[in-house]
């Protein structure tokens, strides 16, 4: 059975798009044959806030089961 991953993806700005972030962990997530089963997106934060909205959902849910996460951060 093929693992199961959520992923995140983050811009700080408005004029910015998540598209390449999604993109890459997609194809990652598709090279390994994994399963993307959530995806937490912030748009207009920095990194160093970590009250954004998707990243403090990703992390109460990943408190609450053994999961898998990518960051778009991370990968390429």
Known sequence: MPKSVAIYARVSI???TT???LHEL???V???KWKIYN???DHGYTGANTTRP???????????????FLSGNLIG
Not at 54 to 68: E, N, P, V
Request: without cysteine.
């Open 14 to 16: 408005d004029r910015q």
């Open 19 to 21: 598209d390449s972030q």
């Open 26 to 28: 997609r194809e990652y």
């Open 30 to 32: 598709k090279r390994s």
């Open 39 to 41: 995806k937490y997106i």
């Open 54 to 68: 998707a990243f403090t959902q990703m992390m109460t849910d990943a408190k609450k089961s053994l999961t898998y």
